[in-house]
């Protein structure tokens, strides 16, 4: 079964926001064994989607179009359907009482154009909304089925769930696996990888994002998959940390839980996002103590008991100092691993130190060590503070995931590892 | 000038990573004057490939590719635009040695595959790339002009600045601006602005996100637009925060840096994403003094003074806790204001608490007081973790700058107010 996916709305067009619904479809239509051959964006004009819905009903098994089902007045996706089927849009009371009430329970007003999504075009079949107010349909248009979704991700994913995936027989899914590799450059992995690559029946991608490399595994069938994930995994060591949804964070959370072991963190360059990272796993409580943010200099004495004289000598960007804020902060907190982070995101330099200075520091009461990790850096630094925080965060996530396991980082399984790392 | 933006690559349609590249392209294009018509996505073929740049060409002035010109033998484009013209692939030796220097300064080897990058299709044109490795590419394909770019989107947006947006003249750009509002429903806010929408020359387009909402204005000429933009703030007040580029943490970090006034913060369900989000501001060392996530319960006692006996008998997720979270941070940080939140992430409840439920602090030499707001939540609780934390986040700063700027918060024009907010 092959599906096309259309996105409507002139805020995908022009930028204002990421087409995250796309992905999360291709995901989980992949999933399911449906194959999603192309996807399109058009904008919010009857034209464009009357055209693009066309163009996809011919080309395609499947349809399943986002955006445009809303309350305000550039939701055309409803009126271009109708158009396309040739039948007009009729009010649906029920649906109508069901937005009255849901607006009431807000404590707010029911306003007028809230009921446009209580419209639907005569005939089409209405697929329940869980998670808001406005409704899917189903169509069949020239002998294809045609399913429309609110934008408002939540819901989109609501439906989808409870009513579009169930409906789609895609047959047997593809034998795939995605490989999940942190701090290894693109080529170094793939050149490690040719043997596999060089098998007939699988084949490779590699979906590189700041300090990490996703492999994604085809195969032939599944019994292939698993030899091949087999020997990947032997290639790879623990330079892959896991496969499919699973995460840097999740991975080290899932390390500590089976430890009964927790960590605490202490940031200056990252402002909080490595202990983001490690709560957006879910059940993070178990293994997340909490953490301090010492971003003004004065703070890692203040906070975190770094040396006054350490500060001063060298300034806040140091490995001694990494090392002395994942002490201060493992002490601090009571947990048995302190993690830190200090650096330069720019735009600007810090303390002599330049943009994509990064030091890392690892405490637990085994000792402590730093990690000083090679950030690759786009000329303008002015663009680079959001990646360096973002590999800032990878590298320390990937420092704690070796510390656990008690084995070396790999950079390179043909360089010379020396001078990485340091031990103090 | 109007343009239609085609991105290469399997890891798009089947979700392995969002399509930023093409948010940002459209939001560059569509200020350089350039009108996107249609973005479309397709996989790793010869045959996608080909199939979706002719019909590109045939649709439009400009196309801009993006994505399979890495050095793996999964990227296509350069054969596929070889193809299509053709001609051969050519080795460009210039190139070959950059790529050599490049890899070794790193430290690493050369792997012959990186020399793929040196390959391009006879008579194009090669677009410098400074920030990576291989080369943007411009053609003549049927009269329209092709452009290519790399997938990695810092090596992109480089390309993109440094040649091609240069290079096309989309003539007198829209008079089109977006205003950012925080805490109000999408159709209040519709509502509220009927008068502006009722206007010939203007038109709005509502973007929801998790609480916010940002409104689109474009209007017939830039003095409209000026009018118009008058008229929405007189309509909103402070519910919009904001134009443009402007983010809530980029509003509040103005307010106090104009000021000369700091923010430290105490997180708990965030986790950090608070202080990430206010750090994520270049300069934010001026007016973000650091914070304390005391995600462990005791922690909040232990490192910000919350009363041990009233998280005995009311537990973590209570207004009082969130209000003495912010006076111990700002005491302890030595900042003038204290934000902190606490509240019930999921996916289970805690303390008795559902999920959902959130508590935001302030505190100032001026007093403290806190916020409850009220969250929408999905029915599959598990899907709402990363919304509810989004969201607590967006309540948070919305709050701060309520309390920077000396008014209360609004929810709704229309509705009785009292009882969202305490002093104590």
């Keep these: 079964m092959r599906a096309e996916l259309l996105t409507v709305g002139d805020e995908i067009l022009i930028g204002d926001i990421v087409n995250g619904n796309a992905a999360w479809m291709g995901r989980e239509l992949t999933r399911a064994g449906v194959r999603v051959d192309r996807s399109a964006v058009v904008g919010d004009t009857m034209e464009a989607i009357t055209a693009a819905v066309s163009a996809a009903v011919a080309g395609s098994d499947v349809v399943i179009i986002t955006g445009g089902l809303g309350p305000t007045a550039d939701d055309l996706t409803r009126d271009a359907l109708a158009a396309l089927a040739g039948v007009r849009l009729v009010r649906d009371e029920a649906l109508a009482g069901l937005i009255r009430d849901r607006v009431e329970r807000s404590g707010l007003r029911l306003r007028p154009m809230s009921l446009r999504m209580a419209e639907v075009p005569e005939g089409a079949t209405m697929l329940p909304n869980p998670a808001g107010t406005a409704p899917g349909l189903r169509m069949e248009l020239s002998g294809k089925t045609v399913y429309a979704l609110p934008g408002v991700p939540a819901e989109m994913k ?13 047959g047997v899914p593809p034998a795939v696996l995605t490989l999940r590799t942190a701090g290894v450059w693109e080529t170094v992995l793939a050149t490690r990888l040719a043997p596999l690559e060089a098998l007939e029946e699988v084949s490779l991608a590699f979906l590189p994002s700041p300090s990490e490399v996703a492999v994604r595994v085809t195969a032939s069938a599944p019994e292939v998959l698993d030899k091949a994930v087999l020997m990947a995994k032997e290639l790879l060591g623990t330079v892959m940390y896991g496969t499919g949804e699973q995460t840097l964070a999740s991975v080290v959370h899932e390390l500590m839980a ?10 200056s360059l990252t402002g909080g996002l490595l202990g983001a990272e490690l709560t957006d796993v879910a059940g993070s409580s178990e293994t997340f103590a909490g953490g301090v943010t010492a971003y003004e200099t004065r703070l890692k004495h203040e906070l975190l008991g770094v ?4 500060l001063e000598a060298r300034g806040a960007v140091d490995p ?10 493992r002490e601090r907190l009571g947990a048995f691993y302190g993690l830190a982070v200090t650096g330069v995101a720019g735009p600007g330099a810090q303390d002599g130190k330049p943009v994509g200075t990064v030091h890392i520091g690892v405490s637990s009461p ?11 850096l786009p000329p303008d630094l002015t663009q680079a503070r959001a990646n360096i ?15 656990i396991l008690g084995v070396a980082m790999v950079r390179d399984w043909e360089e010379d590892q020396e001078g990485r790392e340091g031990l103090t």
């Design 158 to 170: 609501a439906i989808m769930k409870a009513s579009v995936l169930p409906e789609l027989d895609g």
């Design 258 to 267: 089976a430890r009964g072991r927790e960590v605490a963190v202490a940031e």
């Design 307 to 310: 040396s006054a004289e350490l």
């Design 320 to 329: 001694e100092v990494a090392v002395q804020m994942a002490e201060g902060v």
């Design 366 to 376: 085994k000792g402590s060590r730093f990690f000083t990790p090679v950030l690759p």
């Design 389 to 403: 925080r973002r590999m800032t965060v990878v590298q320390a996530l990937d420092l704690l995931r070796h510390e």
